[in-house]
């Protein structure tokens, strides 16, 4: 049953409106009455670094009065305001629960600003405050960063057959047909449209933004019509060249409208999508969701509020799908690094660059698109994207309404038929690249319901095809191979969130053949996540037999920055192609090791000191070439190969800040690595 919300941004109980139409006219008289009141300077002091650098540095500039539009994250001590969200479905919540919500506004009213959301599951608000109320909320202790509420913009069939999706649709004699049926997947867009391909797709569609209530747009529709085209318009005898499905033609979409008929909007409009989404989750069974948008990363993922919110997501058991960005060349078509659009930056997020599939089903003409964001991240470095998917020249759905269809003639696609009056639109960009992704995302889930957001992504980093030609900032883990990332998910237990520590995790103790026939081409996987002599270590990675030390950055066949130095020599000669080692704080549940040791078929053996979350994968023989050991810490793979298993190795992999025991790293190389206390 399709079922239709508008949401205001203000859509609290007649009863407190009220009040807090009163309260916030009173704010607003504090705010101009404080403005005449004897302050200290507004240089920077302790206190003051709670402010986002961009906006410490444009409030030291200021002199007037202009207020800021901003987001203001208080102490996790203060909790979570469940229920009180800003969206229907999130409910009253408690009296309990209701209580951090009137501390919160409480600090916010005393400082002189006015709020505008409130945000249930991450402990924040979007704030109005001029210079003044916003000094008054850095030193208020309750609160643990502000930061400006930036603008956000969407990045802008072969498709399915260059990933071997299509494979997927039809049964074979070792699993059925998977088409997405029962999964619904969260499009935080422009809206989407009822075009004959959307008509039966769409469960419900909430307006966070203000403005009409259709995709003006059409940047929704095109990204819904990518993952979840039923493709009725373009049936053989339409007169359209092919037939244009989305990647999981049987999958839901709740539509969030955030993006105006512009294609831009709020960061905190998109806070209040990704709360909606969690708060529905099970209403919806919402297990994706499509973040085809971002906006330039201005601060670190730890306290970017976009990216915490995508955390909480994340925690909540919904996989993020995020768009790299179109910013891999200048306008002179010169190569950028650190391109990585926010939330693409952050670890929990599956960030995904476009490929140029050239409109054939073949893999062996593709390349990296010029404009997809290479990594790393701005400001922490990390290795992003996750993976690429096909994102130039993608056919999906339009509306001849939309402003993508109006400035756009030469891209819509029409029926040979002049009795045919639907047409599709043609776009590029990993907008449309990340949809791709989160159909198969869609299709993994059917089948294997049980697969945590952690699994997802191992799964999909585990399957992907190492591509030739660019590098690990370009590509990531690879290509995507939806084929061999389904068939993978449906090897999983089915049962996977109970499978206990050290237990296989393959439900049939099978070994799943590592390789898949796409386009008549045959796709290997499973080193797709080994770089060659790549080693990468916390904020450092070695390249190659080059090493540069310091805060720098080289650009090419040698990379290295952070801190750490890395020394080709002083590894065991074994090492070669085994191991990748994301050094990332764990989230959530953490990984502890005993004193227990790695054998050669990838069980931990002897160890007393286990500690277990519940989106771990441990144990997963993949072929006879390398283990698939965890998914730790939260949000990354570890593939491990056991013929390089030495004492060398198991000493490096004992020393990650995300485990474990001390004592396992002797010798000269510990002075390499921080001690683990």
């Known amino acids: 049953m399709k079922r239709n919300f508008k949401i205001s941004k203000y859509s609290i109980p007649a009863h407190r409106r009220t009040v807090l139409t009163l309260t916030v006219l009173l704010a607003l008289c504090v705010s101009l009455f404080s403005q005449n009141r004897p302050l200290r300077s507004l240089e920077l002091e302790p206190a003051l670094d709670r402010l986002e650098p961009s906006l410490a540095s444009a409030l030291n500039r200021s002199r007037s009065s202009e207020p800021f539009r901003v987001i203001v994250q208080f102490s996790e001590s203060e909790g979570v305001a469940g229920g009180v969200n800003n969206a229907p479905g999130g409910g009253e919540g408690t009296e309990e629960q209701a209580r951090p919500a009137g501390a919160r506004l409480q600090a916010i009213y005393s400082a002189g600003a006015v709020p505008e959301k409130i945000y249930g599951s991450l402990p924040a608000a979007t704030v ?3 210079r003044f109320a916003l ?3 850095a030193e208020d202790s309750r609160v643990e960063r502000v930061s400006l509420d930036y603008r956000v913009g969407s990045t802008l069939s072969t498709t399915a057959k260059a990933v071997g999706a299509d494979q997927i649709w039809l049964a074979n004699g070792t699993r059925p047909a998977f088409t997405g049926n029962g999964v619904t997947v969260a499009v935080i867009d422009s809206d989407v449209n009822g075009t004959t391909d959307l008509q039966s797709t769409v469960l419900a569609r909430v307006y966070i933004s203000s403005g009409e209530h259709v995709d003006k747009y059409g940047h929704g529709t095109h990204v819904a019509g990518v993952i979840a085209g039923s493709g009725k318009a373009s049936k053989p005898g339409t007169g359209f060249s092919g037939q244009y ?8 979409i709740v539509s969030l409208k955030v993006l105006d008929r512009w294609g831009s909007g709020w960061t905190s409009d998109v806070l209040s999508a990704l709360d909606w989404c969690i708060q529905n989750k099970s209403q919806y069974n919402i297990r994706v969701i499509n973040l085809s948008l971002g906006h330039p990363v201005y601060e670190s993922y730890k306290t970017d509020p976009l990216c915490r919110m995508v955390e909480s997501c994340t925690r909540a058991g919904i996989v993020v799908v995020a768009a790299a960005g179109n910013y891999g060349k200048d306008e002179n078509g010169n190569k950028i690094y ?7 930056n952050d670890p929990a997020a599956i960030t995904v660059g476009a490929v140029n599939t050239h409109q054939t089903a073949v893999r062996s003409d593709d390349d990296i698109a010029s404009y997809s964001s290479r990594g790393p991240t701005a400001i922490d470095g990390l290795i992003k994207p996750d993976l690429v998917a096909p994102g130039n020249k993608v056919v999906s759905d339009t509306d001849s309404t939309t402003l993508l269809y109006k400035n756009y003639p030469e891209d819509v696609v029409k029926s040979s038929n002049k009795a045919v009056k639907d047409s599709y639109l043609m776009l590029s960009g990993t907008s449309v690249a990340a949809p791709v992704v989160s159909g198969t995302v869609a299709l993994m889930l059917e089948a294997n319901p049980s697969l945590t957001p952690n699994a997802v992504k191992a799964i999909l980093a585990y399957t992907a095809e190492r591509m030739r030609v660019p590098g690990i900032l370009e590509q990531g883990n690879g290509y995507l191979n939806a084929e061999g990332a389904v068939r993978m998910a449906y090897t999983f237990s089915h049962a996977f969130g109970s499978v206990a520590a050290g237990a296989p995790v393959i439900a049939d ?5 590592s390789s898949s026939t796409i386009g008549g081409e045959a796709i290997l996987w499973g080193d797709a996540i080994l770089w060659g002599d790549a080693i990468l270590w916390g904020d450092a990675i070695l390249w190659g037999d080059a090493i540069l030390c310091g805060d720098a950055i080289l650009w090419g066949d040698a990379i290295l ?3 750490a130095i890395l020394w080709g020599d002083g590894l065991s000669s074994t090492w070669n192609d085994s191991l990748m080692i994301y050094k990332q704080p764990a989230m959530g549940s953490a990984i502890l090791w005993g004193d227990g040791t790695l054998s050669g078929d990838g069980t931990l053996s002897g160890g007393d000191a286990i500690l277990w979350g519940d989106s771990i994968v441990w144990n997963c023989r993949i072929g006879p070439s390398a283990i698939l050991k965890g998914t ?3 949000w990354y793979a570890t593939f491990l190969d056991p013929r390089s298993v030495s004492d060398s190795t198991e000493a490096i992999l004992g020393r990650a800040e995300n485990g474990v025991v001390r004592g396992l790293l002797t010798g000269t190389d ?3 690595y921080p001690q683990v206390p």
């Open 509 to 513: 103790s099978a070994v799943v053949q």
């Open 135 to 137: 000094k008054r909320l």
């Open 128 to 130: 109005v405050a001029d």
């Open 561 to 563: 920055w952070g801190d």
């Open 632 to 634: 730790y810490p939260k």
């Open 670 to 672: 510990s002075s390499y």
């Open 338 to 344: 650190g391109g990585i659009l926010s939330p693409g």
């Open 245 to 252: 499905k989305g990647i999981a033609p049987l999958a839901k």
